[in-house]
C-alpha cells in the first residue's frame, strides 16, 4: 500500500480546504522529500524533533502536524530549534506538512467539532473568531445546557462564549487576564490543555485518510512518541 506524495497534499489540502483560510501558518508541505511514494503517514500535534523521530522510527515517509515551523513571514533562519526539526527530518528523509486554523475549523475533521461531538454535544453551530477565521463551534448537552468550544489558547473567546448565551466555555488553556475576564463576566471555564484539545484533529485525519488513500497511519502521541516508536520497531 502506497500513495504519491503529491496526492495525499492534494488530498489535506481539498479535504480541509487550506487555501480558503487567511491564517498565521503557512499551512501545506512545509518540508519536501527524496522519492515521491509514500507507504505510511505519521499524524502529531506538533512539529518537534522527538516528534519527527518517532515519526521516522515507525517508519513513516512524512509527518502530518496542527504546528508547523513556518508561520507568518517564513523561516528567516535555519538556526536553533528550526535548523534542528529540520535537520531530523532531513536525515530521516521525512516530509512535513502542517494545518492550523483549518484544522480547527473544519466540521468534519476539526478540533473543534471532533471534541463537541466527544463531548456529546448536539445542534453544532461554527463561533468564536481568531484573525478572521470562525473556527470554534456551540452545542447543547441533553439537559439543554449550552457550551461553548474553541480549542488550544482560546481563553480570550470567554467573554465571546458569555455573549453567546453559552453555560460553559471549553478551551485549552488561558493565561491569567483571559481567567479573570472570564471570572468577572460569570463565565465557567474549563481549561483542558492546549495539546489535550489540539490532538482530536489530527487523529480523525489518521482515522479517515487509510479508506481515502491507500496508506497506512500512525498517530504520535507526546508523551510516549519516541519511546513508543522505538519499541515497535524492535530498537
Avoid at 499524524?43 to 515551523?69: E, Y
Avoid at 445546557?145 to 478551551?171: M, N
Wanted: proline content about 3%.
Amino acid at each position: 500500500m502506497s500513495a504519491s506524495l503529491k496526492s495525499i497534499v492534494d488530498w489535506l489540502d481539498a479535504a480541509l480546504d487550506v487555501r480558503a483560510f487567511s491564517d498565521v501558518s503557512n499551512n501545506g508541505l512545509q518540508i519536501a522529500r527524496e522519492g515521491g511514494r509514500v507507504d505510511k503517514v505519521a499524524f502529531g500535534v506538533d512539529a518537534s524533533v522527538r516528534t519527527v523521530k518517532a515519526a521516522a522510527a515507525a517508519g513513516a515517509q512524512l509527518l502530518v502536524v496542527h504546528h508547523g515551523i513556518s508561520w507568518g513571514g517564513g523561516i528567516q533562519r535555519l538556526t536553533g530549534g528550526v535548523y534542528n526539526v529540520v535537520k531530523a527530518a532531513m536525515d530521516a528523509n521525512l516530509a512535513l506538512y502542517a494545518v492550523h486554523l483549518p484544522l480547527d475549523a473544519n466540521h468534519k475533521y476539526g478540533n473543534n467539532y471532533e471534541l463537541a461531538r466527544f463531548l456529546g454535544l448536539k445542534n453544532l453551530k461554527p463561533a468564536f473568531v481568531y484573525h478572521g477565521e470562525t473556527i470554534g463551534v456551540t452545542g447543547t448537552l441533553p439537559n439543554g445546557k449550552k457550551v461553548g468550544v474553541c480549542s488550544g489558547g482560546a481563553g480570550c473567546h470567554a467573554v465571546d462564549a458569555k455573549e453567546l448565551g453559552c453555560d460553559l466555555f471549553i478551551t485549552g488553556e488561558a493565561d491569567w487576564g483571559e481567567t479573570i475576564a472570564a471570572e468577572n463576566v460569570g463565565m465557567p471555564m474549563i481549561c483542558a490543555g492546549h495539546y489535550q484539545t489540539e490532538t482530536f484533529g489530527v487523529k480523525a485525519l489518521a482515522r479517515t485518510m487509510p479508506r481515502a488513500l491507500k496508506v497506512s497511519t500512525q498517530f504520535i502521541p507526546r508523551d510516549e512518541d519516541a519511546q513508543a516508536a522505538q519499541k515497535e520497531k524492535g530498537e
